[in-house]
C-alpha cells in the first residue's frame, strides 16, 4: 500500500489550460501539504492543511488553489496554466499538528510539463 | 524565518569512500532538522532527525549526522559509499513556533555522484 500517492504521475498540457493533481494518504495524517520542485531541484512549500482548515498559503498565484474533502485527501487544481508551472508538484502528510515538528512523509510527484 | 544552506551542489565520490555533505541553517532557536534522499524519478525519503537530546543521530542506510548548535550545521556522513547512494540529499529545517505551521524549509539539494 502506498502510504501517500498523487495522480497523474506525468500531465502534459497546453498552457491557458485548468489540470488538478490529486493526492491521497493512508496514514491518517490530519496534516497534508504541497510542495513545488523547479527544475533546479529547490523545493519550496506551497499550501498546508491541518485536518481540512488550510493553515499554510505561501506567496502562490490565485490560480493555485488546494481543495481538501477531508483529512486524507488534498488535492491541487490550477487554473489557466503558465509555462513557469512546469515542475515537480509533491504532496505530503504529517502526523504532528501545526508547530509540533515532526518529519514529512512524501508522495512520488507529479511531473507538470507545459507546452 | 528559517533558512538552509548546502553549499555543495555537486560531490562525486568512489564507492566504499566516505561521504560527508554539509547543512548550514539559520534560525532563532534549536529548529527540528532533517535529511532527505530523493532518487531519480521517486519521492524524499526521510533518512533522519534531530528534534532534542544527542546531538549525533543515526539514520537509515548506514547514515549519520551530528547536529552543531555553535556552528548552525547538521552535516550528514557515511563511512563507506555504495553505488546505490547516487542520488539527490536535502538538507531541511522545521521551526518550533505554532504559526510555522509545521512547514519545512528545504535547502538546495547536494548531488551525490558514486565512481565505481
Known amino acids: 500500500d502506498t502510504a501517500v500517492s498523487q495522480t497523474p504521475k506525468y500531465l502534459v498540457t497546453q498552457m491557458g489550460n485548468d489540470k488538478s493533481i490529486k493526492c491521497e494518504q493512508n496514514l491518517g495524517h490530519d496534516t497534508m501539504y504541497w510542495y513545488k520542485q523547479d527544475s533546479k531541484k529547490f523545493l519550496k512549500i506551497m499550501f498546508s492543511?491541518?485536518?481540512?482548515?488550510?493553515?499554510i498559503n505561501e506567496t502562490v498565484p490565485n490560480r493555485f488553489s488546494p481543495k481538501s474533502p477531508d483529512k486524507a485527501h488534498l488535492n491541487l487544481h490550477i487554473n489557466s496554466l503558465e509555462l513557469g508551472d512546469s515542475a515537480v508538484y509533491f504532496c505530503?502528510?504529517?502526523?504532528?499538528?501545526?508547530?509540533?515538528?515532526?518529519?514529512?512523509?512524501f508522495g512520488e510527484g507529479s511531473r507538470l510539463t507545459v507546452l | 524565518a528559517q533558512s538552509v544552506t548546502q553549499p555543495d551542489i555537486h560531490i562525486t565520490v568512489s564507492e566504499g569512500a566516505s561521504l560527508e555533505l554539509r547543512c548550514n541553517y539559520s534560525?532563532?532557536?534549536?529548529?527540528?532538522l532533517f535529511w532527505y534522499v530523493q532518487s531519480p524519478g521517486q519521492g524524499l525519503q526521510l533518512l533522519l532527525k534531530y528534534f532534542s537530546g544527542d546531538t549525533l543521530v543515526q539514520g537509515i542506510k548506514g547514515f549519520e549526522a551530528e547536529f552543531k548548535r555553535s556552528q548552525s550545521s547538521f552535516n550528514l556522513r557515511k563511512p563507506s559509499v555504495h553505488w546505490s547512494d547516487a542520488a539527490e540529499y536535502f538538507c531541511a529545517v522545521g521551526a518550533r513556533e505554532k504559526a510555522a505551521g509545521n512547514k519545512l524549509t528545504f535547502g538546495g539539494g547536494t548531488r551525490v555522484l558514486v565512481k565505481p
Open positions: 505530503a502528510s504529517s502526523p504532528l499538528r501545526t508547530g509540533e515538528g515532526g518529519e514529512l512523509f
Open positions: 492543511y491541518n485536518n481540512k482548515e488550510l493553515i
Open positions: 534560525y532563532g532557536a534549536t529548529p527540528y
